[in-house]
């Protein structure tokens, strides 16, 4: 009688089952794998999640983040918590609660046009001004290089809150309410900036004067005399800032549009002033909108790159309002006996988890997804999609997505290697890590775990076959096997291949040339996870478990007997080997087949949580260790030599989580490790988490405001341990 999975292979297309004989083969070949082992377990398809009830889904969506006048008319305290919304294309619009950009990446439309790169800031802001009872107030702010901040629009909100992922403000003029939020449409170009008087006893007129740019979204403009192209269309303008230009839209249903053409200048960006780059910059007002609202009317601000996107801003509202109840509807399902015990938190995060998502349209993949590794500047990077995947989509109940990915990412494997990352501008991806292919092993591992899907393991087995083969026989930058103990080096002078990957101008600032420790662990993982699915696939595997064997043996020569942990780098050119105390040797500990001894591991943790731990993640180096930073400032040379010298990473809170749980089987204690950075969400990166920490008191944020594998981290972290049963 055939066994199901080779019941499962007799139904798949001739194209999967070509593919799968030829892996078969070359497995085969390059490993001399012997027959395998019955297969261990069933496959089986993904099951179809219970429904919800709609009550404790709207509970979820109710807001969380919410501030008075004691934050929102304090400039320092407003400009500091920044708001984020995003597409689903790679495009965003983000600024601070006080309403003044501080940053290059703040504006109303920033625009993918080669989703998910290609990213654009369009529409840099709207200088509001409200006129009522006979009086004028401004609702926007503006910071000139003069160190002049007027107008002082802050000084007028009275409360500021989070709808789910919507920006909210509460303006109060005189005994007048008047709402403002911005969203974006789900899969276009295109923000709607939604205005509501709430409360007066007569009509409100609003002035909008419009704020464009064409520029990189890593740019500046300084103007001189460029003048765009501005014409009239129906309720608003059309903007073609030069020849070739995409063509982006103003409109305003309902108001009087006047096209102008007039330069703000020297508008003064201070976050940009802190981090040693360009702190200066110009925007065109390009438009004013005048309109008038009565109690209960609203009007819509609307700015895209589609000539015909919808003047209708409750429509929007309502598709993110079913988009974010869908989301927690699916996270409910994915935790239905553990909701209960989730932090307040916890849900404001599962809705963060979807702004990473984003399409990659590919030939064959039309459905394809990566994740964005971080907002505002990164794009998708292939360590990052791996580490994050699991949280962002497995742990929220969206394995639909992560399977889109993991299939749209085989599509670029390359001499065994997964990309590293995308350029903004497009073009050819690079590889240069030495671990995004390894990390794509353990998000295959976790996607099949979390769904039993045969079909598509069965697709993906070549490709995780061929990976392992390359590192066998060796692929780029000195990747290889060492055949003397099954152990992964890797490096070449001038490069940096792990995750510690930053550069100082020609200097590379952790190397980290020869057998990593963190890539050992995957390696060996790797292998014991190929093992594994061979056995479940009738397939050859005791080339694996015979490579994994000798891995595991000889991963003791990382153990550092002397100071109780792990050395951070062995066979180091040039001979010895690196003893500084770095977290990376937590996912020895942390993933499912750990080389150390139970004595090795809790002595791992317990010196990481004593030297490396804190409220928000773990220092990428100790205290007292040579070349420590404590502290995360000034231009990109210097930060970039802090980078990873001690600078506290957020991602890093899930391996250690994990490895704690394992050594000390405490749900309790586990938990208690992730409330502080669970609410950070109420700083910095409103409704998110950010990337780093400083690695001193009071661990001050720096970083992108919202981090793909932080916030991934923390949600599949928070699962396991409250479906952990030791």
Known sequence: MLNRAENLHKKLTSRELRGAHEAHARTASASALAPSKPPAKSVRTPRKKPAVDSDRVAALQSAKIKFGREVCGNLDAAESREWLVTNGLGGFASGTVAGCPTRRYHGLLIAALHPPVGRTQLVAGLDEIARYAGAEYSLATHQWASGVVDPKGFLNIES???????????YALADALLEK???????????YVEYTMLRGTGPLELDLKVLVNYRDFHGSTHAGDWRMKIDAVESGVRVIAFDGATPFYLKCAGAACQPRHEWYRNCFLPVEKERGLDDQEDHLFAALFKTKLTVGASVNFVTSTEASAASDGASARAEIAEREAKLCQSWLAQNEKTASECPDWLPQLVLAADQFIVKRILPDFPDGRSIIAGYHWFADWGRDTMIALPGLTLATGRADVARQILLAFAEYIDGGMLPNNFPDAGGQPQYNSVDAALWYFEAVRQYFAATKDGRTLLQLFPTLGEIIDAHVKGTRYGIHADPADGLLCAGEPGLQLTWMDAKSGDRVVTPRIGKPVEVNALWINALETMAEFARLLARPGEGYEKLSAKAQKNFQKFWNEERGFCFDVIDVPGGGNDPALRPNQVLAVSLPVSPLTDEQRKSVVDVCAQHLLTSYGLRSLAPGEPG??????????DRDAAYHQGTVWGWLIGPFVLAHLRVYGDRAEA????????????????????????????????????????????LRAMHEIQNYSG
């Open 160 to 170: 500021f809150r989070l709808d789910g992922m919507t920006p909210v403000w509460t």
């Open 181 to 191: 939020r911005v969203s974006m449409r789900y899969g276009e170009n295109t923000t």
């Open 628 to 637: 420590y930073l404590g502290h995360y400032f000034g231009g990109p040379q």
């Open 671 to 714: 938990m208690r490790f992730l409330e502080p950075l669970g609410i950070s969400v109420y700083m910095y990166g409103l409704g998110t988490l950010g990337e780093i920490f400083e690695g001193e008191p009071p661990f001050m944020p720096h970083g992108c405001i919202a981090q793909a594998w932080t916030v991934g981290e923390v």
